[in-house]
T-cell receptor, first 113, second 109 residues
Framework: DAGVIQSPRHEVTEMGQEVTLRCKPISGHDYLFWYRQTMMRGLELLIYFNNNVPIDDSGMPEDRFSAKMPNASFSTLKIQPSEPRDSAVYFC???????????FGPGTRLTVL | GQQVMQIPQYQHVQEGEDFTTYCNSSTTLSNIQWYKQRPGGHPVFLIQLVKSGEVKKQKRLTFQFGEAKKNSSLHITATQTTDVGTYFCALARDNQFYFGTGTSLTVIP
């Protein structure tokens, strides 16, 4: 298995633009997590899915953020409209069972100008 | 908000010295995990502790879970430059997953 795949690896956009981050989980992993990492706030859980269903989105900062998991092989995190304070590294992580080892993707470094 | 505190936030050591990071929770934990993130990289799972007072070793790394299951520590003996990175504790509670604030380790050759 290639591990968790994220795209793009880097994204630079202007304020107000829509940004879509993508994640392909490890096959067979029922849980998928989206995290945001910044120097100020550390590693924050935004939302997680179990069997493609969103379970807890209490970490999503505001309505500009949305996440979907249309099938077991794909998830997206969308920011619309983006703002400079959204600049961060966004990680997708998956695991076969909640509470166990999480496997992280390489992350997407987002810069909003 | 952040519920898992780690100390210290930063640590600079001379190569060969030991290093310890501590993770503290205000509530009893069912288990705790440790991750390492290299500069520019992503968090990588190191270990999970479950039992009260548990001690696990991975080569030069020693992990401990407190007797009251409210704290944990990671100790590295004789650090090497390959140990550079940020070490995070992490835990699952109330169907949420929390990462600690992390300890950034710099090893001076």
């Amino acid at each position: 298995d290639a591990g968790v795949i994220q795209s793009p690896r880097h994204e630079v956009t202007e304020m107000g633009q829509e940004v879509t981050l993508r994640c392909k989980p490890i096959s067979g992993h029922d849980y998928l997590f989206w995290y945001r990492q910044t120097m100020m706030r550390g590693l924050e859980l935004l939302i997680y899915f179990n069997n493609n269903v969103p379970i807890d989105d209490s970490g999503m900062p505001e309505d500009r953020f949305s996440a979907k998991m249309p099938n077991a092989s794909f998830s997206t995190l969308k920011i619309q409209p983006s703002e400079p304070r959204d600049s961060a590294v966004y990680f997708c992580a998956t695991n076969p069972g909640f509470g166990g080892e999480q496997f992280f993707g390489p992350g997407t470094r987002l810069t909003v100008l | 908000g952040q519920q898992v505190m780690q100390i210290p936030q930063y640590q600079h050591v001379q190569e060969g010295e030991d290093f310890t990071t501590y993770c503290n929770s205000s509530t009893t934990l069912s288990n705790i995990q440790w991750y390492k993130q290299r500069p520019g990289g992503h968090p990588v799972f190191l270990i999970q502790l479950v039992k009260s007072g548990e001690v696990k070793k991975q080569k030069r790394l020693t992990f401990q879970f407190g007797e009251a299951k409210k704290n944990s520590s990671l100790h590295i003996t004789a650090t090497q430059t390959t140990d550079v990175g940020t070490y995070f504790c992490a835990l699952a509670r109330d169907n949420q997953f929390y990462f600690g604030t992390g300890t950034s380790l710099t090893v001076i050759p």
